[in-house]
């Protein structure tokens, strides 16, 4: 699984720019023609979509983190932390993109599940970096 956290990991990355490019450029006209000149909820919105974004990206770069680490050594907690970063990424930053879109309050009472994940997730990384052995060192014969 560890060259799919690093595919996984690279695609999420290249969806992240692609929709923090929206949120900075084709969002804001949407949101207006939505809620009209309420500045505030329009700028609320796209404070959402950048959260959503910029923890999208910090999170594929662990699960590309996570395919590293897995292929130096594979671990149980670094494969684990994977699916912790991937189920955050669809909690909280998916969550956050639909409830800019869709305008549905009940979707930011699950988002905090998604914050958790990624917790989960980096404290599981963290777990398995310590427990990566160092190849025995090489000693030589006289």
């Given at each position: 699984m560890n060259r799919h956290w690093i595919f996984l990991g690279c695609l999420l990355a290249g969806?992240?720019?692609g929709l923090g490019a929206f949120g900075a450029h084709g969002l804001d006209d949407r949101l207006t023609a939505v809620h009209g000149e309420n500045?505030?909820?329009v700028d609320q919105r796209l404070e959402?979509?950048?959260t959503a974004a910029a923890y999208q990206m910090y999170h594929s770069l662990g699960l590309i983190?996570?395919?590293i680490l897995t292929l130096l050594r594979p671990?149980?907690?670094a494969g684990i932390a994977g699916f912790l970063f991937l189920t955050g990424?669809?909690?909280f930053s998916g969550l956050l993109y639909a409830l800019v879109l869709l305008e549905k309050p009940f979707l930011g009472a699950i988002v905090p599940l998604g914050g958790l994940s990624f917790i989960a997730g980096w404290?599981?990384?963290a777990w398995a970096s310590c427990c990566i052995s160092r190849p025995p060192a090489v000693q030589l014969k006289d």
């Open positions: 969806l992240a720019v500045s505030k909820l959402n979509w950048k983190l996570v395919g671990s149980k907690f990424i669809c909690l404290i599981c990384l």
